[in-house]
Each structure stands twice: as structure tokens, then as C-alpha cells.
């Protein structure tokens, strides 16, 4: 098998799993560009939002400065002299470390001696502003020691929310400790912690191991990972800690409990200062939608000191290997759900669940277990995999047959397409030059008798057959072929490699031997055959794949015309009789439309008195085009469309109709039969009683005027059933007959049962009546036999008076044929009838 094959059977039997790596490898690719980072934010900060506020950190006060400290001080910045005072007044409850969190590195005077008395203090650790390539920053107070200054650790995400706490940075074989770090190591001095970097991956400090961010840590792509840095674990939308104001511990107003062995943090939350950020709970928060730098350098150092003192998690997250492999288990998931779901309601309900159960998990997850698992990802590749699914679904179900699983009719055209291009690309004269038979060929297999089977076993067991016929054919077929189901009962094969013609007849005749094998349906062995058509691809005369598979049809059906379960190479001048023969159909139903159909009437004549009994209505058909055509021109194709139907259901109301109007314009006359031919298909009709009651009480015919005629094999099709329609029809007083007696397969044994009032002998006995022939016996035997069970004789086909004289020596009631009269329009049977003429 070509490796092509095998990849599209492995697609074929795999859809789900192939559906899911591509998708999963399209989702990471556009997550690896930074595709899906805003929404992955967004939903960390739903979890965030969703997580239960702390309580505010007891180890913490921040004092802010509010836009009301600042209208009372009528200034801003501040004066040293104010800071000075703020510091004094902290420092009189002896907290254990102080941080300044606003920026003091020129003079505001009042008061710089009294604050740079103030920052000398241990316990103070003041900010500075690193500097980038845009700016040089804002340095710290001066005179201020390294080891008591930290580097404001405010980092902002490319939508401009702070999620990430900035926690150590070096440079040059520097190290930079963030404001938040210096707080917390300061706060923390008696257990002497020590601050180690482990090869960008982690920071240790003392015992505790912090894992920081890289580029592709959770939801984030285009991360700035510089320095030592991880998730910002808020305690709550508002505050980490107690909040206090300027003015509430200038003047006084505060517990000095707040404030002694508390870590105190001063800043502003002011409007008008603009030191004012976006959170993840901005968006829940309408009132205060932004929050203070103090208010996220305390919840900062909340989480350090939570970390260090209390046994929280750093918020995790997993290594982009995992990560992947997280994204197309999902991915797989929503492949499998749209392959097995067919409804699209319940797709979309499965789809619906499981991106609650997705988010659920990452929620879980995150609260539990302080993990921060990407959902965005992974629920685009659930989506999108069974939109995918689901696409390939529709156009699989497009392109295949739904019973049988094998491409349908759309499908192999495009297969054959794909031979025909493949075959003009080819070197044609080197083909001559050496010989090659036809590259490609193509089969169409229509099954015999398979509508008796139908019927018989309903359309249930008839699927069954289908499909048992499908898997049949596919095994007697190369890798490479292609077997399509283009009809109800028909399939075709594409054969796209063939040496010569002799390989082709070889397989038609094995398939044709597989398909004669038995197929057991519900327990009984059912026996059918197929006939075969084929069209080989000489000198690539064809050009559209339409004009193959009609030419392999039309094969076929010459295989099922020359007797079926044969199989027929296509020659062009079957195409001239498919043509006619489509030609001779439309014509025919336009003759319908047109009221183009006439009756002729031959008279029945009885063979006691030498007059008129009765007549047989026969159709004509006169076309303005063709001229007369033949009956056995056109009932064979009326049959074939069930055109016969409204054919037949005409001719029974114009005899009828015809009828009365001579029963009484000839009154004098003894009452006149009128019979009328039923097809095959008109006896099978469900309402053929109700529609010649109906004609009957239309016409105001009497019944007892109208004798319906049946060949002997219809009536043998299904005898108990034709013996119950025949009862049926009796009951309107009709008069039946038994039309071609002796050519059919009729039993004896049955014929006794059937309510009919004629046999009809076959005109082929009759012209070969002689006075030693063995017809004579026949003819004899028949009349006797429809004697003894008390029925009519009809000899049709009389010609000669030898014959009519034979006909009268055997007792024959009724005679039909030239001798008499030839079939006549009814304005001639009228004359006949005012002649009225004895024989």
C-alpha cells in the first residue's frame, strides 16, 4: 500500500486524533506569538476575583496620604518638615521597620534637617526609582545605606495591570532589592535570612525556594522576565493591612498598638498624585477601580512575609512541555466529543460543560493548590477541535455514502477527475509506440432483482444486504482502487492502475462470483447477482468524469437487458440508444400531458351466434412527431417510469366512458364487453379497487360491462394475494379473464381458485392449429380444462376459417382476430356496429 493510502486510511479511522494535534499545534503556535496572553490574563484575574478575600495582614499599617491630607497641607510633595513629623510620631510606638514609599531625593523645605535626622533611623527603608533607557530613575534619600534602600518593584503587564511581584534583580555583580524585600528581610532580621540567586530560575531566601517567571510561565508569551520575579498573590481586591491617614497619626488619632513591632508603610493613595494602578480587580471594583502604590507595595509584602512565616505557596505553574501536552489532551477530548456526538444540540451542550469543567479545574487548582493553569489555551483547542471535528464530519458526510461508509457519487467524480487529469498527463504517443493498454478504468455494478428483496425483506434487511454487498466488494479489491456507492443499489470502481483489459474482465467476473455467493438474512439464505459495466480509458477521450460513470451505466444496463448477471464493455453506440430511449421517455410523458393517446377497439365475437360479443381496448398512440408509434415501442419504457400507471387509469375511464355510450346508442344489440389489459404495475397498485369503482360510478357503466384482463404471470407472482385482489375486484361485478393462458408458469393446482370468468388462449396456439398438429391438442386441452371449471374460452389470433371452424368444432365460445376485424377507431366500430355483421 502507498504511503499516500496509508495516511488517508489512518486519517479515515483516526479523525479525532488527527483533528486534535493539528489543532493543539495551531493553538500553541498562536500562543507561542503571544495570541491568547490578554484573554489568559483576563481569566487569571477572574480566579483571582473569585478567590475569597484574606483578612487584612496584622503585621501590617499603611499610612497613606489621601487627596484630603493633601488640601490640608496645601501642598504637594509634602514638606521634610511634614515627613519629618510623620516619622517622629511613628517612631514615639516603636514599630519594627518603617517604609517610605514616596520619593525624597531633593529637598522640599521646610524641615530637610529634622528629615534627614529622621532617615538616619535603622528601622527605615526608603524607595528608589531604577533607571531604564528612557530615564535615570529617581534615586533614594541621601545619605541613605545600600542595605536600607529598595527599588520600587511595581511591574506593570502589557494591558497595563500589575500581576507580578519584582522581587531581586543583578547587574554587573550587583544585586537590587526590591522595596517589598527590603521590607520583609528588615522586618525579619532576628531570623537572619540570606538572599541566593539560583541560576535565573529561583531564589532561595533562607529556607524557602522561589521559583520566578520565565517568558512562558502560566498565560504569559511575551513576558519581561528580567530579574527574579513571580505572581503577585493578592490577599484581596482592597487592602492588605490596616489604613491609616497622614492626618490620623499627626494629630493623634491612632491605637499606638497599630503601629509597635508592625511593619508600617507610607505612601499616597491620592487621585491627584497619579500613584494609582490597575489591578486584577479593578474591573469588580467601581468605586475604587485603581489602587495605591502603598496599597500594592503592602500586598506585596503581605505575600513575602505569608510565604516566609506562614507556609503559603508561590503561585506554581507548569513547564511549557506539560503545558502542551494539557492543551491537546483538551484538544483530543473535543475531537472525540464531535465525532460521537452527531446532534449539534448536544455538541454544543458537551462543549458548554466541558468548558465548566476546564475552568473548574484551573479554579480548583488555583485555590487548592496555588497553581496557575492556562485555560484559555487548552479551551480554544476543545472548541476548535470539535469545530474541526465537526467540519470534517459534514464534509465526510458530504462526500460518503451514510449506510455504507464508502465515498458516494460527489466523491468518485472527483476521483475519476483526478484519473483523467493523471491520464492526459501521461506521454500518449509513447503509449502507442509501446503498446500501453488503457491506464485507468472504471466499473459500475447495479444489483439484480434487488427491489423483489426489498420488498420481501423490508428496507431494513435490504441495508443490511448493502452493506454485507459493500464489504464483499471491498475485499476483492487492490490497495488503490476505489469503491463508491454512487446509487441505491448500484456502486462503482474506480480502477486507476490497469495493464490491460483482460485484468478488468478478471475482476468483474470474480466479483460477480463473490456476489452470487448467499447472504443470510435473518436466518435464510437470500441469492442475488449484479450486473457489470465498464468503460476503459482508450486515447483519453474523455474529458469530464460525468460522461465515465454515465458510459459504465449504460454498459451496465445493456449487461441487465442482455440478460443480467453478465458484465458489458461500453462502445459508443450505446450512447444512441440510451439517448433514443430518453428521448422515447419524455416524449411519452409529454403525450400524457398532451392527450396524444387513443383507443382502438377489435371486436370479440362469439363463435355460437357469429356476432358481436364484446371488444378488447387497445392503446394507440399518434405523435405529431414520430407518427404512429408501436405499443411494443413504448409499453416496455411506460412500465420502466410506472408511467403505465396513469397510462392504464386513462384507459380504463375511455373504455368505460366509450362503452356506455354504445350500450346506449345500440340498444338492440345484447349487452356489449368491453376488456381492458392491467399491467403488472397497475395490479399492484394499493387503490386499484377504489379507482375503478369510482370510474364505474363516474361512467354509470355496469360493472358486469367490463372485463379486466391479466397474464398468467402476474397472477402467479403472488397467489394469495392476487386471489384476495381478485375477490375484491369480483365484488364490483366485474368479469376477469386469464390473458395468454399456456405461455406463462401458471399451476393447475391454483387455477381452480381464481374467481375468473375466461381464459384467453394464446394467439401463438391458435395460428398453429392444424388437424395433426400438436397445437390443436393444446387448444383442445385448454378449452376443456376452462370447461370443467366453468369458464370461458377466448382464442385470440384467428385468421383463417379452418381455424374458425376447428375453433367451433372444439366448443370454443369466442374468437379475436384479423378474420374479423382488425383493430378499429371507435367512429369505425360504430359503423361495424350499425352493420351489425354475423360471422
Known amino acids: 500500500m502507498s504511503t499516500g493510502h496509508r495516511f488517508s486510511g489512518f486519517i479515515l479511522k483516526h479523525p479525532a486524533l488527527i483533528s486534535s494535534l493539528l489543532v493543539a499545534g495551531l493553538v500553541v503556535g498562536v500562543r507561542q506569538a503571544g495570541g491568547l496572553q490578554p484573554w489568559e490574563l483576563l481569566t487569571y484575574d477572574e480566579m483571582l476575583r473569585l478567590r475569597p478575600a484574606q483578612d487584612p495582614d496584622p503585621r501590617l499599617l499603611v499610612v497613606t496620604v489621601t487627596e484630603q491630607d493633601i488640601q490640608e497641607q496645601q501642598r504637594w510633595p509634602l514638606s521634610d518638615q511634614v515627613i519629618a513629623r510623620l516619622l517622629e510620631r511613628l517612631q514615639q510606638y516603636r514599630p519594627r521597620t ?16 529634622d528629615l534627614l535626622k529622621q532617615l538616619q533611623a535603622p528601622n527605615l527603608i526608603a524607595i528608589r526609582l531604577l533607571g531604564d533607557a ?20 511595581i511591574v506593570l503587564d502589557p494591558d497595563a495591570v500589575v500581576r507580578r511581584n519584582f522581587l531581586f534583580a543583578t547587574s554587573e555583580g550587583k544585586r537590587f532589592y526590591s ?27 533562607g529556607e524557602r525556594v522561589f521559583p520566578t517567571l ?36 499627626l494629630h493623634g488619632r491612632i491605637d499606638p498598638a497599630w503601629v509597635k513591632d508592625k511593619l508600617v508603610l507610607i505612601g499616597t493613595t491620592a487621585p491627584s498624585v497619579k500613584d494609582l494602578f490597575v489591578t486584577p480587580f479593578s474591573l469588580s471594583d467601581d468605586k475604587n477601580p485603581e489602587m495605591g502604590g502603598v496599597l500594592v507595595h503592602a500586598q506585596k509584602v503581605s505575600q513575602i512575609l505569608g510565604i516566609l512565616l506562614d507556609g503559603q505557596s508561590v503561585i506554581w505553574y507548569w513547564p511549557q512541555p506539560i503545558e502542551i501536552a494539557w492543551i491537546w489532551i483538551w484538544a483530543l477530548l473535543g475531537g472525540i466529543l464531535g465525532w460521537r456526538l452527531r446532534h449539534p444540540a448536544w455538541l454544543g451542550l458537551s462543549v458548554a460543560i466541558g468548558g465548566i469543567s476546564l ?31 465537526l467540519a470534517y464530519r459534514l464534509l465526510y458526510n458530504a462526500l460518503h455514502d451514510e449506510l455504507t461508509g464508502l465515498p458516494n457519487r460527489t466523491l468518485f467524480i472527483n476521483q475519476v477527475q483526478w484519473a483523467i487529469n493523471r491520464g492526459r498527463q501521461l506521454n500518449l504517443l509513447k503509449q502507442k509506440q509501446l503498446g500501453c493498454a488503457p491506464s485507468w478504468a472504471v466499473l459500475s455494478l447495479g444489483l439484480d ?20 454487498i459493500a464489504k464483499r466488494l471491498k475485499s476483492g479489491l487492490k490497495s488503490g482502487d476505489h469503491l463508491a456507492r454512487v446509487g441505491g443499489d448500484e456502486f462503482a470502481i474506480l480502477l486507476p492502475q490497469i495493464r490491460d483489459i483482460d485484468e478488468v474482465a478478471h475482476l468483474a467476473d470474480y466479483l460477480q462470483k463473490q456476489i452470487k455467493q448467499p447472504f443470510v438474512l435473518q436466518g435464510q439464505e ?36 442482455s440478460g443480467k448477471a453478465r458484465y458489458q464493455v461500453f462502445m459508443p453506440g450505446m450512447r444512441v440508444q440510451v439517448m433514443t430511449r430518453l428521448q422515447l421517455e419524455t416524449d411519452l410523458r409529454r403525450a400524457i400531458e398532451r392527450q396524444e393517446f387513443q383507443l382502438h377497439y377489435q371486436p370479440v365475437v362469439s363463435l355460437l351466434t357469429g356476432k358481436i360479443a364484446g371488444f378488447e381496448a387497445l392503446l394507440r398512440w399518434q405523435n405529431p412527431q ?18 403505465i400507471i396513469p397510462i392504464g387509469q386513462w384507459v380504463i375511464e375511455e373504455a368505460c366512458r366509450q362503452m356506455q355510450i354504445w350500450q346506449h346508442r345500440f340498444p338492440q344489440l345484447a349487452p356489449l364487453v368491453v376488456s381492458v389489459n392491467l399491467s403488472s404495475k397497475q395490479f399492484a397498485q394499493a387503490n386499484l379497487v377504489e379507482q375503478i369503482e369510482q370510474t364505474l360510478r363516474q361512467t354509470g357503466l355496469n360493472g358486469h360491462n367490463l372485463k379486466l384482463e391479466i397474464t398468467e404471470s402476474i397472477a402467479m407472482t403472488d397467489v394469495e394475494t392476487t386471489i384476495a385482489l381478485l375477490m375484491r375486484l369480483k365484488a364490483l361485478d366485474l368479469q376477469l379473464s386469464i390473458d395468454d393462458f399456456g405461455t406463462g408458469y401458471s399451476s393447475l393446482s391454483y387455477l381452480h381458485r381464481f374467481p375468473t370468468d375466461t381464459i384467453k388462449v394464446d394467439r401463438s396456439f391458435v395460428s398453429r392449429m392444424g388437424s395433426e398438429d400438436k397445437d390443436s391438442h393444446i387448444v383442445q386441452t385448454v378449452i376443456m380444462l376452462g370447461h370443467n371449471l366453468g369458464m370461458d374460452i377466448v382464442a385470440e389470433g384467428v385468421e383463417t376459417t379452418e381455424q374458425l371452424a376447428q375453433l367451433r368444432t372444439l366448443k370454443c365460445e369466442y374468437g379475436q382476430g384479423y378474420l374479423f376485424s382488425k383493430p378499429l377507431p371507435s367512429e369505425a366500430i360504430e359503423q361495424l356496429l350499425t352493420m351489425d355483421p354475423q360471422w
Request: net charge negative.
Open 526 to 561: 437470500v441469492f442475488t447477482s449484479t450486473s457489470v459495466g465498464i468503460v476503459l480509458n482508450e486515447l483519453d477521450r474523455y474529458l469530464q468524469p460525468e460522461d465515465v460513470l454515465r458510459d459504465a451505466q449504460t454498459a451496465m444496463n445493456q449487461a441487465k437487458a
Open 179 to 205: 522595596f517589598s524585600l527590603r521590607l520583609s528581610l528588615h522586618y525579619l532580621a532576628d531570623q537572619h535570612l540570606t538572599v541566593t540567586p539560583i541560576a535565573q530560575k529561583a531564589l532561595q531566601i
Open 98 to 113: 518603617i517604609g517610605l514609599g514616596i520619593y525624597r531625593d531633593i529637598s522640599h523645605p521646610p524641615g530637610q534637617s
Open 359 to 389: 475552568f473548574g479545574i484551573c479554579l480548583g487548582i488555583f485555590l487548592l493548590q496555588a497553581g496557575w493553569i492556562s485555560f484559555v489555551a487548552p479551551m480554544s483547542a476543545f472548541i476548535g477541535s470539535s469545530i474541526a471535528i
Open 626 to 643: 414520430r407518427g404512429f408509434v408501436h405499443p411494443m415501442e413504448f409499453i416496455s419504457v411506460a412500465e420502466e417510469t410506472d408511467l
Open 214 to 249: 520565565d517568558s512562558h510561565a502560566g498565560g504569559y508569551q511575551t513576558l519581561d522576565d528580567r530579574g527574579y520575579q513571580i505572581m503577585l498573590n493578592y490577599r484581596s481586591g482592597k487592602a492588605a493591612a490596616r489604613q491609616v491617614t497622614l492626618g490620623d497619626v
Open 449 to 468: 432483482s434487488f427491489k423483489a428483496i426489498n420488498d420481501s425483506f423490508g428496507p431494513h434487511r435490504a441495508d443490511e444486504l448493502l452493506i454485507a
Open 134 to 153: 528612557a530615564k535615570d530613575g529617581v534615586p533614594a534619600p541621601p545619605g541613605m545605606a545600600p542595605d536600607r534602600v529598595g527599588f520600587s518593584d
